[in-house]
């Protein structure tokens, strides 16, 4: 196994590999330039021992237009053959992953409270708001939640699944026979109805219905 050492090197000093055939275009060395900007250099560049990148082409791009003078490096050591599979392995083998797309849009939402915007993430507002909506009309982000009572008079938190967690932007919410995807607002509305419920001790049935339907409604003229 080739030894690999952290150094700092010039980027004036260190140069493309002749070989690289991943082009980085100007929208990706933005957002690696956000990232820099926002969090540093959390990655190092990999080069031989001539200063030939290896792995970091776009990172050395984006901090050379940052007007940074010096980055990290790892500078590995095997022969031309073993400076080849990093190079393509540094590429190819992340193309093997597989993303869980509800905990990424839950993660992006949770930098856009934390940060105020999505920079460094490689992913844009209005991009994130695309896809969680594309995502929500594939039904891979709606939370289910059956109100069904098991009689006439069951109250909130008694015969449902009101401890379900909410964790996306629109709720399946079932009743008997009635099932309706609803938006935010509505279920808002049934959140306020049922505690109101349990509160009081009063039934909910006919009002989450009279929700649900209009939940059906929205749905069906959308």
């Known amino acids: 196994m080739a030894e690999l050492r952290t150094e700092t090197r010039l980027i004036a000093d260190l140069q493309a590999h002749p070989q690289n055939y991943r082009a980085h275009p100007p929208e990706q060395i933005s957002a690696i330039k956000a990232s820099l900007t926002r969090l540093g250099q959390f ?33 590995f050591e ?4 073993e400076q ?17 797309e509800r905990s ?5 939402r ?9 920079r460094g993430t490689g992913w844009g507002e209005e991009e994130h708001e695309q896809r969680l ?21 069951d109250q909130a938190g008694q015969g449902t699944a009101w401890n379900s967690v909410h964790s996306s932007d629109r709720v399946r919410l079932v009743f008997g026979v009635i099932e309706a995807a609803l938006p935010e ?4 509305e049934v959140h306020y109805l049922c505690e109101d419920a349990f509160d009081r001790g009063a039934s909910y049935a006919d ?16």
Request: hydrophobic share 45%; glycine share 6%; proline share 1%.
């Open 43 to 75: 990655r190092a560049v990999v080069v031989n021992t001539e200063d030939t990148i290896l792995a970091g082409h776009g990172v050395v791009q984006a901090a050379q237009e940052l007007g940074w003078t010096e980055i990290t490096v790892h500078v």
């Open 78 to 81: 095997g022969d031309e053959a």
């Open 84 to 100: 080849r599979l990093v190079m393509v392995a540094d590429n190819e083998l992340s193309r093997k992953a597989e993303d869980d």
């Open 104 to 108: 990424l849009m839950s993660l992006l």
């Open 110 to 118: 949770e930098i856009g409270e934390d940060f105020g915007d999505l």
């Open 133 to 153: 909506a594309e995502l929500v009309a594939e039904s891979e982000l709606i939370d289910t939640i059956d109100f069904t009572p098991q009689s006439d008079q």
């Open 185 to 188: 607002e509505l279920y808002s």
């Open 207 to 222: 009002q989450i219905a009279l929700i649900l339907r209009r939940g059906c409604e929205a749905c069906a003229s959308a």
